[in-house]
């Protein structure tokens, strides 16, 4: 028996034996086996019984399967009671083998320009064998293997006569000539196989005239004739231009503009045309760097310009000091400190950017589009009711100007100081704060600062008169420079209408969906609230935000964050106003104690302006332009003496932080590892009274935190995905360089077994759940949780029952739960008597209203079901420790208790009460105060093996959840025993009573 060509590791058709008995007597059978060399290359199978009747056949069913390139032979033996036996079959077979086949042999690509691909060469590679070709990799090596580079469409195996393309181009990175090879490795003979590749390089060149630029002395503000520079292709090959920008000190002085196209041909010329406006007196210097593929890249023309200006203060009256430096011009009044009539000079054209009539706001808008609101001023929660005075310091190259509100002993508890810094040439203003708590003074705390900007409307009127609003909104779910602009509206006084359901807050200004289009797709609810709780950000994102106009912008910037409250997650607004301290949104307040002398600074600030160029053509420029002022800002405080002299430290005073810290849970994704430094024994989201500074860890647990001001700190960490925090007191950081090392972070896992669950993801956010994100998986900015909450959980009735396994938290676990739910309580959403049809009118589902009259309750009031989760456990967890953990750690809290049940086992629930609550649900967003507690049961309340567990949430409040997580194990999560003192401990004692054991320290 033959067997034709057979690929190695595959099976051939079988062939068949026939095996009669040619006998009058029963043939017994005692054997059919495989014998021979290569019987293990063989295989057969058969129906042929222990005894085989007279005249009777069976079959016997040969395969082949070769497992090597060699021919094969065997016998299959038939052993049975009659002569002759046993018989035999011979049996043999050969293999089919690839073969590669590559044409051609070689390639040759022209002279290329050094930065430019060249455009494909083929090679076809050909399974010229009878046998699938295996490909085990396709590269390229030798000496300039990094000039080449190849693609194909070559599968891993090459099916016999197939053939595939390898395309190869040629990009030289330097002159003369390169070589390389394609190198193929497969399981055909010769392998591997190859195909020479050669190429050389041909290189442009890059002439500049005049090699350098000088802009004679103007005013500061305006913008000097242009000056030309012609760029040339002196090479052999095109020059390719990957970039014309503005470097250097003063580069955004200077404006450039080209006709110069991607790439030049040889002996082609374009022209690069600069300007200069200068923003402050003296001398400006920068570059033309032009980035190409000639060589000396990049080439650069020195840019050089001097200005003057005039910086000048003028006592008007008791009330009006005019106050100007070139670019600014305004009038502040010191008895309140406030500035009016501020007129900015941009491109050579004023603008007042702020209502010139005289007298005080008269209500709060965060867009400035409220009637009468048009100072700059400042205002905090704490209160000073003595003498006002103003005083000014100025030097030449700045004024500091100032009021101080004094306090009055027995009466109020601080005094309040309030600065405006104008830099000589700056478009824009320097502001801090000062609270003076002394000796006399009693204990006193306050919980909110802001500096308010109400610009004229026609100071940022687009074209159509509208204005347009940017809070550039970054954050971890939002990465990079993200605009938050709302849509051009046309200002009329309806927005301010008193009719019931039109006022949204006394504080606030939204928009119906008439203007932005149905948001929500709910029935019942077509509106979005859009107002200044729309507009927030994580402080460790937020570098500047503000407002564009047709022609001009204005921008508050953060220089620096260390004069702020709660760390590095603490929100802010980002409307019109820059906001530095309040208890929103998570944060506690700044507070004295009965005799304390302390000074609080708060600051510096600032507030810039900026307008549409020839180098600033977007919105996203300006933006960039405006935080690019940050470093600038930092050095000039450096010089600031008044400044100083209030606190302020200088940046050769400060310190640097360099740590290291093991962990088994670093992220690859920097941003995730973040490092803190805050308040000494204090949880770092209720630092509020000394400095704060951030950094973030590499994979390797290594951080430097610089410019840090001297002083006893508390390091704290997390990291995003990981549960648990760590944090170590009483670290003292010098004037120099401070080095800690031996700190370790043990991700907060309670059992070394794998959890037997998770929902949610450790981030200290709700983003993750149903409508805590947009379709682009942003943080929602909007007031789902408050206008929509009903239609938040339509889809089950109220009752949320989430099955560990198969349920989605996209789809099945709502970002927030309520309990008692009462729409009339915020914003005043819900209204009875509300008979407007613009969106703002209540509709209650019809499972609403129902559930309400079995429970006897009102509409407004009821709450639906509480939350469950359901699961199945193993034999093999059950088996896991004697206690069940289940972690739950909350984005959020806003008041009330949460009580936890497994099973319904015990008598009572386990009922926990946050350490302090935050308001997100009511300020649009899905992350605030962070608490974190962990539920200790014992095992014996699960139920068997395989059998449904439940889970009961039940709140009386409104809670976000950031992640939850049960685990199985034989260690309590007593906080005195993992040393982990963080986290709230809730177990049940040996009476089947609760007790919770509040963290010693978070």
Same mark, same amino acid.
């Given at each position: 028996m033959t067997f034709s060509a057979q690929p190695v590791g595959t099976t051939s058709a079988a062939q068949t034996v026939t095996l009669t008995n040619s006998g009058s007597a029963p043939l017994n059978l005692t054997s059919i086996a495989l014998s021979g060399s290569n019987a293990a290359e063989f295989s057969q199978t058969n129906n042929c019984a222990a005894s085989l009747a007279a005249a009777a056949t069976c079959t016997i069913n040969v395969g082949f399967s070769p497992t090597a390139s060699a021919a094969a032979t065997a016998s299959v033996s038939i052993a049975y009671n009659a002569i002759g036996s046993p018989q035999t079959v011979t049996l043999s077979g050969t293999v089919a083998l690839p073969a590669t086949t590559l044409s051609p042999t070689t390639l040759t690509f022209t002279p290329q320009a050094v930065g430019t691909t060249s455009a =494909? #060469?083929?090679? @076809? %590679? &050909?399974? +010229? *064998? $009878? /046998?699938p070709l295996t490909l085990t990799s396709i590269g390229i090596t030798g000496t300039n293997s990094a000039e080449f580079s190849e693609t194909s469409t070559c599968a891993n195996t090459l099916a016999a006569s197939a053939s595939c393309?390898?395309?190869?181009?040629?990009?030289?990175?330097?002159?003369?000539?390169?070589?390389?090879s394609i190198s193929i490795a497969d399981n055909a003979s010769g392998s591997p196989q190859s195909v020479s590749l050669s190429g050389s390089a041909a290189m442009s060149g890059a002439s500049l005239s005049p090699v350098t630029l000088a802009f004679a002395s103007q005013p500061v503000g305006?913008?000097?004739? =242009? #000056?030309?520079? @012609? %760029? &040339?292709? +002196? *090479? $052999? /090959?095109?020059?390719?231009?990957?970039?014309?920008?503005?470097?250097?000190?003063?580069?955004?002085?200077?404006?450039?503009?080209n006709?110069?196209?991607?790439?030049?041909?040889?002996?082609?010329?374009?022209?690069?045309?600069?300007?200069?406006?200068?923003?402050?007196?003296?001398?400006?210097?920068?570059?033309?760097?032009?980035?190409?593929?000639?060589?000396?890249?990049?080439?650069?023309?020195?840019?050089?310009?001097?200005?003057?200006?005039?910086?000048?203060?003028?006592?008007?009256?008791?009330t009006e000091w005019d106050i100007a430096n070139g670019p600014l011009a305004f009038q502040f009044n010191p008895t309140n400190f406030s500035i009016a009539n501020l007129k900015v000079t941009l491109n050579g054209v004023t603008t007042n950017f702020l209502d010139a009539t005289a007298g005080s706001p008269v209500g709060y808008s965060?867009?400035?589009?409220?009637?009468?609101?048009?100072?700059?001023?400042?205002?905090?929660?704490?209160?000073?009711?003595?003498?006002?005075?103003?005083?000014?310091?100025?030097?030449?190259?700045?004024?500091?100007?100032?009021?101080?509100?004094?306090?009055?002993?027995?009466?109020?508890?601080?005094?309040?100081e309030n600065h405006w810094i104008i830099r000589l040439g700056d478009p824009g203003l320097h502001f801090y704060q000062v609270l003076r708590h002394t000796a006399a003074d009693g204990v006193t705390s306050f919980g909110a600062a802001t500096t308010n900007f109400f610009p004229s409307l026609n100071s940022i009127a687009q074209a159509d008169g509208s204005t347009l609003y940017y809070a550039y909104n970054i954050g971890p779910n939002n990465p990079g420079v993200t605009n938050e602009g709302f849509p051009p509206y046309a200002f009329t006084q309806s927005i301010l209408a008193t009719g019931p359901g039109r006022q949204v807050q006394a504080e606030t200004v939204d928009y119906t969906a008439t203007i932005l289009g149905t948001h929500l797709t709910s029935p019942g609810l077509d509106r979005e609230f859009i107002t200044k709780y729309n507009y927030s950000t994580y402080e460790q994102y937020h570098v500047a935000h503000g407002a564009v106009g047709a022609q001009n912008a204005f921008w508050w910037v953060v220089p620096s964050h260390e004069t702020m409250i709660g760390g590095p997650t603490k929100q802010y607004l980002t409307t019109v106003q820059l906001e530095y301290e309040s208890a929103h949104l998570g944060g506690t307040n700044v507070s004295w104690t009965a005799g304390e002398v302390n000074n609080r600074l708060f600051g510096p600030y600032y507030l810039h302006f900026n307008a549409f160029n020839a180098v600033n053509t977007t919105n996203d420029s300006l933006y960039a332009e405006a935080a690019s002022t940050q470093p600038g800002c930092l050095s000039f405080y450096d010089t600031e003496s008044t400044l100083i002299n209030n606190g302020y430290t200088p940046s050769s005073g400060r310190g640097t932080l360099q740590a290291t810290i093991a962990s088994t849970g670093w992220s690859s994704s920097p941003t995730n590892n973040v490092v803190m430094l805050t308040d000494n024994n204090t949880y770092f989201?209720?630092?509020?009274?000394?400095?704060?500074?951030?950094?973030?860890?590499?994979?390797?647990?290594?951080?430097?935190?610089?410019?840090?001001?001297?002083?006893?700190?508390?390091?704290?960490?997390?990291?995003?995905?990981?549960?648990?925090?760590?944090?170590?007191?009483?670290?003292?950081?010098?004037?120099?360089?401070?080095?800690?090392?031996?700190?370790?972070?043990?991700?907060?896992?309670?059992?070394?077994?794998?959890?037997?669950?998770?929902i949610g993801i450790p981030d200290r956010s709700a983003h993750e759940f149903m409508n805590g994100h947009d379709a682009n998986g942003r943080d929602v900015r909007d007031y789902l949780a408050i206008g929509n909450y009903w239609q938040l959980l339509a889809p089950n009735s109220g009752k949320v029952v989430y099955t560990v396994g198969t349920s989605d938290i996209n789809t099945s676990w709502p970002f927030i739960q309520y309990k008692n739910f009462n729409p009339n309580l915020y914003a005043g959403i819900y209204n009875s008597s509300d008979t407007t049809d613009d969106g703002y009118k209540y509709i209650t589902p019809a499972y609403v209203t129902a559930a309400a009259a079995a429970a006897g309750t009102t509409t407004a009031l009821y709450g639906g079901a509480n939350w469950e989760i359901h699961f199945t456990t193993t034999a093999a967890q059950l088996a896991q420790g004697s206690y069940v953990l289940i972690s739950i750690n909350m984005a959020a809290t806003d008041y009330g208790s949460l009580q936890v049940r497994l099973n319904g086992k015990h008598k009572n629930y386990l009922l926990w009460y946050p350490l302090l609550n935050s308001d997100p649900d009511v300020r649009s967003g899905v992350a605030g105060y962070n608490n974190y507690v962990v539920f200790q049961f014992n095992t014996t309340d699960l139920n068997a093996a395989g059998a449904d567990n439940v889970v009961t949430l039940y709140n009386t409040g409104a809670y976000m959840y950031d992640a939850l997580k049960m685990e199985i194990g034989p260690n309590s999560a007593n906080p005195a025993t993992t040393g982990w003192p963080e986290y709230d401990w809730m177990y049940y004692n040996a009476s089947d009573n609760y007790t919770q054991q509040s963290a010693s320290a978070p």
């Open positions: =494909a #060469q083929t090679i @076809t %590679l &050909t399974n +010229s *064998g $009878a /046998a393309s390898i395309n190869v181009t040629f990009a030289p990175t330097a002159s003369g000539s390169a070589v390389a305006v913008t000097s004739a =242009a #000056q030309a520079v @012609t %760029l &040339t292709d +002196s *090479g $052999a /090959a095109p020059l390719t231009l990957t970039g014309i920008t503005l470097t250097g000190t003063n580069a955004s002085e200077f404006t450039q503009t006709n110069c196209p991607a790439t030049l041909a040889v002996s082609a010329s374009c022209t690069i045309t600069v300007a200069f406006t200068a923003i402050a007196a003296g001398s400006a210097s920068a570059s033309i760097s032009i980035t190409d593929n000639a060589s000396g890249s990049p080439q650069n023309v020195p840019l050089n310009g001097t200005a003057t200006t005039l910086l000048s203060l003028t006592k008007v009256s008791s965060p867009f400035g589009h409220t009637i009468g609101l048009y100072n700059l001023y400042s205002e905090t929660g704490a209160t000073a009711t003595g003498a006002t005075t103003a005083n000014y310091v100025q030097t030449a190259n700045y004024i500091d100007v100032w009021t101080l509100k004094s306090n009055i002993v027995g009466t109020d508890p601080l005094a309040v989201q209720e630092s509020s009274n000394g400095y704060q500074y951030w950094g973030y860890a590499d994979a390797n647990g290594n951080v430097t935190i610089p410019n840090v001001v001297p002083g006893t700190y508390r390091l704290s960490s997390y990291i995003l995905g990981q549960w648990g925090l760590y944090h170590q007191d009483n670290v003292v950081i010098g004037s120099g360089t401070t080095t800690l090392t031996g700190l370790t972070f043990q991700p907060r896992n309670f059992s070394t077994y794998p959890p037997i669950w998770q």
